[in-house]
């Protein structure tokens, strides 16, 4: 009666992948899959959905986080995750990104910012730092979800709804 899934995998190597492992019973935590047997490598913080990125050993994911004043306004942080030292960062603080992605050469973050009113934008981060390099602008005010950056990484992907419903893949 315990349903398992194993959400987001990345795939390692030949017989390797990553995934995030969850149940009804259990905290959801990042696991390696490695032969048929699981390595554990740690919980995933309190988050709105299951979406992490995953390059050169970096793990990075939106973090839920509650203001310590104010208990009814509520932030979505950047944690980056290094796989290789099991270390923690939080690389913003009272921000509201959504959907990280990490560039390939693991210098660049790329998330959704979501503001209050329903607005979005897309926000290029340092990955060391948090601090903002870009902001794509959002003339025609679409909804950003789930950016990636290109192969080469000088592009970014990313769907986009328009007010009325429809959707659209848009690249920058």
């Keep these: 009666h315990n ?3 194993y959400n987001m995998p990345y795939v390692l190597g030949r017989d390797s992948v990553l995934a995030l492992k969850s149940s009804n019973l259990e905290i959801p935590y990042f696991v390696i899959i490695h032969g048929g047997k699981e390595t554990s490598l740690g919980v995933r913080d309190i988050a709105r959905d299951d979406h ?4 050169s050993g970096r793990i990075v994911y939106g973090a839920y986080a509650v203001d310590p004043r104010w208990g009814w306004r509520d ?3 950047i944690v980056v995750f290094d796989i290789r030292t099991e270390e923690r960062k939080r690389i913003t603080t009272r921000t509201r990104y ?3 992605d990490l560039s390939n050469d693991g210098k660049r973050i790329v998330a959704v910012e979501a ?3 329903g607005h979005s934008a897309i926000h290029v981060l340092d990955a060391a730092t948090g601090e903002r390099l870009r902001i794509l602008e959002n ?3 679409l909804f950003f979800t789930y950016p ?3 192969k080469d990484d000088e592009g970014i992907i990313t769907a986009g709804r328009r007010p009325d419903g429809t959707m659209a893949l848009l690249q920058f």
Excluded: A, I, L, M
């Excluded at 992490?52 to 390059?55: G, K, N």
């Design 75 to 77: 932030h979505n942080e």
């Design 115 to 117: 503001g209050p009113g």
């Design 98 to 100: 959504f959907s990280p």
């Design 52 to 55: 992490y990125s995953y390059r």
């Design 3 to 5: 349903v398992t899934s």
């Design 148 to 150: 990636r950056f290109t």
């Design 139 to 141: 003339p025609d005010s």
